[in-house]
C-alpha cells in the first residue's frame, strides 16, 4: 500500500499501519477495546472492568479511539463502531498466528 501524502496521527512516516499499531500500542488502548467487545459501557462499567486504570487515562484512551473512529459514545455508555467491530475480530487469525508462534519458540 503507498504512503497517503501527508502524516497520520503517530506516524511521520504517512503509513496508517504505523498510526495504528502506535496507537493499539498505548498502555490499556487493547484492554479498553476488548472490554467494549460485548454490549455498550458506561464510563464507570468500563473503568470497572479496566480494574487498576485511572479515570485520567481512561479519558484519554477514549478520546484517542473516539477520534480514531474505533469507539463511539451513546446513549447506552461506549461501544466498539463498525471499523472497531471489524478491527477486534481480526485478531482472531493473528492471535492463532502468534500461538503457533509462541510454540515454536519453546517447542
Known sequence: MKSIDRPVRGSSSGRPIMALLDLLGRRWTMRVLWELRGEPLSFRGLQAACSGMSPSVLNQRLAELREARLVE?????YALSAHGRELLSLFGPLNRWAEDWARSLHG
Open 73 to 77: 459514545a451513546g446513549e447506552a455508555g
